[in-house]
T-cell receptor, first 112, second 111 residues
Framework: KAGVTQTPRYLIKTRGQQVTLSCSPI?????VSWYQQTPGQGLQFLFE???????NKGNFPGRFSGRQFSNSRSEMNVSTLELGDSALYLC???????????FGQGTRLTVV | GDSVTQMEGPVTLSEEAFLTINCTYT??????LFWYVQYPGEGLQLLLK?????DKGSNKGFEATYRKETTSFHLEKGSVQVSDSAVYFC??????????FGTGTRLKVLA
């Protein structure tokens, strides 16, 4: 059974650009969550989706957005990138209700 | 709001030593509790979980017991190996579909 797949694994962007990260959950999982991991702030919750509906959102500016498709795949978008957006972005999937989440390997975003 | 506090690292142990990583939490209601492990360059892997008071989660020799009276979920292993070197995260899952993570504890095991 394939795990959570995140693409790309590594990304380098310039300040002011935008970026889209992709996450394919484990087959049959309908809940997808996103987290930002940085050395200074640790792991912070971005948002959670279930059946294409955002059920919760963390304390991030509106530049961070996401969506979920009917096949449960999810994308997150960051517009007008800032240096501080450099981080490891982790996606997690679970069967429902975000219980026992399984994490992908993450996308390492570097903003220069 | 909900929060998780875990001991600062790094923790350095010799192989076969006993490991304890402390974790306490603050939460309304009755959260589920988890330990995740992160190896270099990787995402998080679920190590163990407990969903109600007095539950004991265990996996790969690691154990943790959900103690409601002390709001704790300490991670223990009787004999660590070099391959256990990683960062360990304590986390709780509240009713709002999100995990709250501790800051992580880096473990280094020396041969």
């Amino acid at each position: 059974k394939a795990g959570v797949t995140q693409t790309p694994r590594y990304l380098i962007k310039t300040r002011g650009q935008q970026v889209t990260l992709s996450c394919s959950p484990i087959s049959g999982h309908r809940s997808v969550s996103w987290y930002q991991q940085t050395p200074g702030q640790g792991l912070q919750f971005l948002f959670e989706y279930f059946s294409e509906t955002q059920r919760n959102k963390g304390n991030f500016p509106g530049r961070f957005s996401g969506r979920q498709f009917s096949n449960s795949r999810s994308e997150m978008n960051v517009s007008t990138l800032e240096l501080g957006d450099s981080a490891l972005y982790l996606c997690a999937s679970s069967l429902r209700d975000a219980t026992e989440a399984f994490f992908g390997q993450g996308t390492r975003l570097t903003v220069v | 709001g909900d929060s998780v506090t875990q001991m600062e690292g790094p923790v350095t142990l010799s192989e076969e030593a006993f490991l304890t990583i402390n974790c306490t939490y603050t939460a309304t209601g009755y959260p589920s509790l988890f330990w995740y492990v992160q190896y270099p360059g990787e995402g998080l892997q679920l190590l163990l979980k407990a969903t109600k008071a007095d539950d004991k989660g265990s996996n790969k020799g690691f154990e943790a017991t959900y103690r409601k009276e002390t709001t704790s979920f300490h991670l223990e292993k009787g004999s660590v190996q070099v391959s256990d070197s990683a960062v360990y995260f304590c986390a709780l899952l509240s009713g709002t579909y999100k995990y709250i993570f501790g800051t992580g504890t880096r473990l280094k095991v020396l041969a």
